[in-house]
């Protein structure tokens, strides 16, 4: 991650950031990472509502600074790299938290939500509600370690802003109306779509409270029934990754494999590197229109799903969630012999473990 975080603080980049929070809210200690950029800070593609009104990449991206640290335990790295960026990502957040009479976007993507495409955005996306509330818990956590003091705002924002927002949508299976997390305000999940960023909450953000109260049980199982219900047919390949981590962290223990084994055959070349369209027409019709086209000027390997199934694949063997070890959560009954060995923990520890076997945790 070093190269990453070398180019993230980068002049270039700092100042791209840095531009974006001042022009959008006049401050100058706030970080403002838009959907998709460069090298150098600058948005990639196109301008939108929905690139720019998206802070939620710069929250996950924090993460990774805040992972960085709890694997090394590197005070150094914490003071000078993580804090500041955290911190700074953090500010935009606080400033959206003025009334200003806009909607907040997930993605421009996100249009695709309604089927009409008359919304691309809305008030409270459950995505920036869970990012927003994780950021607040790492600070808070990050400003005892370092011992400075904490803003207030940050433990407001644990009192008062909600979870997700809750949308009333009807269960075809039961013939009644539920709750279940919306994509936004008034907005339930109503096609096949390869974010699963209402699902935040659940994973990257892991922002829920460690024994959820049979309310938010039941509106999670709602939203997982309804998710799965949308199914599998416009996903691409680094979305797979992500479900089967919120599938493991969800005890659907069976689930994980059956999708990588779908995910091995229609996303993994003949060079075993992943490939962002399917390759060929099949269970998956994402961008069907580019599948046919000749696989030389058309296939692109992506990164993301590698390094998506090795985060995966790791949580299906083993997870930790407010300090307590999960193993082998992600994995099917029939593998019976399945073992881990010398995998990096947070604290820097390293665990070594067998299913049904001696589990060794060094360091």
Known sequence: LIPLFDMIESPAF???????????????????????????????????????????????????????FRCTNDLDFLKNRAYPYIYGIMRGYEEM???????????????????????????????????????ASILIELSAILKREERPV???????????????????????NE???AIWEGQDLE???RHHSHLGCIWPFDSLPEKPD???????????????????GKWSEWCIPWANIIYTRMGLHEAPMQLFNIWREIFVNEGLCTVYLPRMLSLIAHRRHDIAKPKDENEVMQLDGCGGFLDAFTQMCAYTRFGKLHLFQGMPEKWADVSIENLLLPGGKRLTAKRGGETRITG
Request: one cysteine or more; glycine letters at 8%.
């Open 14 to 68: 700092q100042a791209a950031m840095k531009h974006n929070a001042k022009a959008l809210f006049g401050v100058e200690d706030a970080l403002w990472q838009t959907h998709a950029v460069d090298d150098r800070g600058q948005q990639c593609g196109w301008i939108s509502s929905g690139s720019v009104l998206d802070p939620a990449c710069g929250a996950w991206t924090a993460l990774l600074y805040y992972d960085y």
């Open 179 to 181: 709750m279940r997390i």
């Open 214 to 232: 049979p309310e938010m049980e039941e509106i999670l199982s709602n939203s997982i029934d309804h998710w799965i219900s949308m199914g599998i």
């Open 97 to 135: 938290l003025r009334d200003f009479n806009i909607p907040l976007a997930i993605s421009a993507e996100y249009a695709s939500s309604n089927r009409n495409m008359s919304t691309g955005a809305g008030r409270n996306p459950s995505y920036q509600l869970a990012a927003i509330r994780k950021l």
């Open 154 to 176: 940050w433990r407001q924002i644990l009192e008062k802003v909600p979870h997700y927002s809750v949308v009333c949508g009807y269960d075809s299976y039961s013939g009644k």
């Open 191 to 193: 096609v096949c779509h």
